[in-house]
């Protein structure tokens, strides 16, 4: 059983450029969720999913697009990097809702360098 | 949005001491407060959590307590070790379906 998996684990891209920061998982989870976590600033939720075709926005949406086609899958899109975009972005998923008393299971993270 | 203080933001013991880390939080329809650790080079993993009906739960040398009057709640480790090392994120769940709003975290570090 792999959980949820990321890909890349680091990347570096320049202002401008564009790229999709994947996730899966394999525990048939309806919810997931893409967060971005800077240094002393905790977890910032981007965007969340309760099912496949359904995303709604999160705290700190803009510059960023979702899409989720399949139950397993929910790739984050960075149109035109910013520096300000420069993180470490975790997705997680969860079998109901964070607020419904139920684990959030992370992936292990991919570290973003926008320069 | 919800509003979760979490402090401190670093906090060194010895090994075998107690470790302390306080949250508060502003919305008090919130009914669901998880605590998560996440060790270096990893994702945060869910360690224990409450929900607002209950005061405290405890799970071997972890304990969450939960004060509603004031709004406020707190992670306990006893008898720590150097593996405790690591940053903890208190959480809440808000009243809104599918949302965690957490804390900044409290980077703790257990000296042998």
């Known amino acids: 059983n792999a959980g949820v998996t990321q890909t890349p684990k680091f990347r570096i891209l320049k202002i401008g450029q564009s790229m999709t920061l994947q996730c899966t998982q394999d525990?048939?989870?309806?919810?997931m969720y893409w967060y971005r976590q800077d240094p002393g600033m905790g977890l910032k939720l981007i965007y969340y999913?309760?099912?496949?075709?359904?995303?709604d926005k999160g705290e700190v949406p803009n510059g960023y697009n979702v899409s989720r086609s399949t139950t397993e899958d929910f790739p984050l899109r960075l149109e035109l990097a910013a520096p300000s975009q420069t993180s470490v972005y975790f997705c997680?998923?969860?079998?109901?809702?964070?607020?419904?008393?139920?684990?959030?299971?992370f992936g292990q993270g991919t570290r973003l360098t926008v320069v | 949005g919800e509003n979760v203080e979490q402090h401190p933001s670093t906090l060194s013991v010895q090994e075998g001491d107690s470790a302390v880390i306080k949250c508060t939080y502003s919305?008090?329809?919130?009914?669901?407060f998880p605590w998560y650790k996440q060790e270096l080079g990893k994702g945060p993993q869910l360690i224990i959590d409450?929900?607002?009906?209950?005061g405290e739960k405890k799970d071997q040398r972890i304990a969450v307590t939960l004060n509603k009057t004031a709004k406020h709640f707190s992670l306990h480790i006893t008898e720590t070790q150097p593996e405790d090392s690591a940053v903890y994120f208190c959480?809440?769940?808000?009243?809104?379906?599918?949302?965690?709003?957490f804390g900044r975290g409290t980077q703790l570090t257990v000296w042998p």
């Open positions: 409450i929900r607002s009906n209950v």
């Open positions: 999913s309760v099912g496949a075709g359904i995303t």
């Open positions: 997680a998923s969860s079998v109901r809702g964070q607020s419904a008393n139920t684990e959030a299971f």
């Open positions: 525990m048939n989870h309806n919810y």
């Open positions: 959480a809440d769940g808000g009243s809104t379906l599918g949302r965690l709003y």
């Open positions: 919305d008090s329809a919130s009914n669901y």
